[in-house]
């Protein structure tokens, strides 16, 4: 990685929390069932960062993956990327009520941290679905995804689906592990105090080895006709041979710890990873972002004259929003997403296809989730799995400072 900076990054976000957390209820009362993610809401509802900004939180524990790579027993490295996978969720313990902005045609967003010895690159593939697809790479691996983004609203819950598959390799080893993501649930979302559970299981294959991880999310305790169910957010991961017999066992919080029971004996732990308290006194005060978070959304001397322009750092309604200024920030929105669909009724009138610029649809042997994208869409090879995948161009022009020039503006 060319980026040799010891970047000093802040710790705090701009400003705190301005718009107060308005009622969802009459916005989506009428909208049960139907996905969120294509209806225009209140800029209040939003948190200062877009999907494509909250995509590349996944690396936040980024370090679990360079500790895999050194790793010489398969299934050693298998539970960490499992664990890898897991902490994810971390970012999300203090997130209730809010939803990042949603991405505008061929918006972008890059990420380098030479501190962590990784580059990532994403960017929206898809409208109508709304599909991000995103590439990280470092010494020591590479990480990937295609995901169809959507949010159902059921009664008092709302329904975070992530649909898609994520895939890591480890350098120096042969493996590619892929896992898929169970849903998200917003509990409360009407009355009551609001939290964020993740239900379902998960599992986590190493394709090279047939051996595999399954994780499961454990749903809330207790609750009675007065009182509220608790949240538990239990882990139990569960590793298996390639015959399927159970090998391994770790157990855990994705908001506090996951450790390893030693030879499967639940009074002997090993811990593997631990979740990074908040770094504020009251982080609801700052939208519950960890400080990985806060500082996804910086312009530093990294990216300062060197993005093109549609990183999503120069948003004007995301920026303003970070700043506290809601009402502009509002009136922005407003305007760009009318700028989207203007632009995407032009296209129409000309038959010309809207395409991403920096990931290409290939066959994907590997895709779990085979509706996220169309068999039929990848030319010469209908029928098979596709995802969309990086092409390897982006860091190269970047290099060269030179981007296209028939990019449109899309702010």
């Not at 948190?47 to 690396?59: G, K, V, Y």
């Not at 939803?99 to 929206?124: H, Q, S, V, W």
């Not at 760009?336 to 290409?360: A, H, M, N, T, Y």
Request: charged share 25%; with cysteine; net charge neutral.
């Amino acid at each position: 990685m060319s980026h040799q900076l010891c970047q000093h990054r802040r710790q705090i976000l701009p400003s705190p929390v301005v718009s107060a957390e308005i009622s969802a209820l009459s916005i989506i009362r009428k909208n049960v069932g139907k996905d969120l993610s294509t209806i225009s809401m209140p800029i209040s509802l939003n948190e200062p960062l877009s999907m494509l900004q909250r995509a590349c939180e996944e690396l936040e524990y980024s370090e679990i993956l360079d500790k895999a790579s050194t790793l010489s027993d398969s299934l050693d490295r298998l539970l960490h990327v499992a664990v890898f996978a897991v902490s994810g969720y971390a970012s999300s313990q203090h997130r209730t009520g809010r939803k990042p902005f949603n991405p505008m045609m061929n918006e972008t967003y890059e990420l380098i941290r030479p501190d962590k010895g990784f580059r990532f690159i994403a960017e929206k593939v898809s409208h109508n679905p709304l599909i991000i697809a995103a590439h990280a790479e470092s010494r020591n691996y590479k990480y990937w995804q295609c995901v169809k983004m959507r949010t159902k609203f059921w009664g008092k819950s709302m329904e975070l689906i992530n649909e898609g598959t994520f895939h890591v390799t480890l350098t120096g080893h042969n493996d590619h592990y892929t896992f898929s993501k169970p849903s998200s649930w917003l509990r409360n979302m009407i009355a009551g105090n609001k939290y964020i559970e993740h239900v379902g299981e998960m599992k986590v294959v190493n394709h090279s080895t047939a051996e595999y991880v399954v994780v499961t999310f454990k749903e809330s305790t207790g609750g009675s006709l007065f009182t509220a169910p608790k949240p538990s957010n239990e882990v139990v991961m569960t590793a298996y041979d390639k015959h399927g017999a159970k090998r391994r066992r770790v157990v855990g919080k994705w908001t506090g710890v996951l450790a390893e029971e030693v030879d499967m004996n639940p009074s002997q732990l090993s811990i593997l990873w631990t979740a990074t308290p908040p770094h504020i006194q009251d982080p609801a005060k700052y939208y519950g972002f960890s400080r990985f978070a806060m500082e996804l959304n910086e312009i530093t001397e990294i990216e300062k004259d060197s993005l093109p322009k549609t990183d999503a750092r120069l948003r004007p309604d995301l920026r303003l929003y970070e700043q506290g200024y809601v009402n502009d920030a509002e009136q922005e929105k407003i305007r760009i997403e009318q700028k989207q669909r203007d632009r995407r009724k032009e296209l129409e009138s000309l038959g010309v296809e809207w395409k991403p610029r920096w990931f290409r649809l290939e066959r994907d042997e590997f895709a779990a989730e085979p509706g996220v994208i169309p068999s039929s869409s990848v030319e010469g090879d209908r029928g098979s799995p596709a995802s969309w995948q990086f092409t390897g161009e982006y860091w190269h022009v970047r290099e060269t400072g030179q981007w296209p020039s028939d990019q449109f503006d899309i702010w």
